[in-house]
């Protein structure tokens, strides 16, 4: 059987990345997940217009961005910066987390900037896909007005999944900085501790979660660091954020956990549990806990203009 016909969920991590370095990421095989199934199946989101970005990343490479606007929907006055998920090793900007879920809040009245990052794939880990992150969000508050047609004090950040964890992390690298931070923060089926499923430190590097974690940071060592899973450090000085869990996921206590770090250092956090849904619902647009959890979004960031 050849490698591409080969589920690559299935392999252990070392296999799946050899097989990503070598050939790519494998084609989505759903055939209604592109644009044009997407506007005929929500018809809502004919409006929706992108535009590619070009932003200049660290270590001279280009961080992919698209940003999303609809000059027919009623404006938030609010805006987003997005970034998928995809376990740090893929996902793109034309997947559902990605470009569904940035066309259904835009159509709401929120432009929305997706980012892409690179994938730690052999010798990239922490802290690169956080740099990409870095630098989509200082290019989108530094052209705010032109992208989004609010102030950069206006500008929201979120991500899913390993998106969750990386725009959490930018945001304690960001205060930790001194930098300007989000005026919100979103985050869905977050994965913010090295031991999702526990939410705590010790992991087990033998585990499909613990590998991921290992792989992203670079070193066991590396698991520690608390700008790399941000619920291990500080939750002081985290702007409001929302947190989506699913009540299947086996990533859930991770989100709860979180959250809670953050409503105990007194940051107004939103905790919601989505009915029914399981990690990666956002992921599938036919999924009817999908679109309740993009509803939930839009209002709360909506309700902070």
Known sequence: MPETDVDFRTLPLPEVLRLF???GEPADPRPDIDTASLVRRFPHLAGVGTTDVRIDGPRGR???ARLYRDAGAEASGNALVWVHGGAF?????DMPESNWVARELAARGIPVLAVDYVKCLGEVHF???????LAGWQHA???ADELFGVPASAVFLGGASAGGNLTAGATARLRDAGSEAPAGLVLVYPVVHPNGPDASPEVDADSPHGALAVN???SPEGLADPHAFAALGAAEGFPPTFVLVCEHDALRPSGEAFAQQLEDAGV??????EAGADHGHINEPADPTALPTIEAVAAWIGSRA
């Open 21 to 23: 370095r070598e050939q």
């Open 62 to 64: 280009v961080v992919p």
């Open 141 to 143: 508050l530094a052209h």
């Open 89 to 93: 090793i893929g996902g793109h900007l």
């Open 127 to 133: 802290p690169e896909p956080s740099d990409d992150v």
């Open 216 to 218: 992203f940071a670079g």
């Open 268 to 273: 107004p956090v939103v905790l919601r549990v």
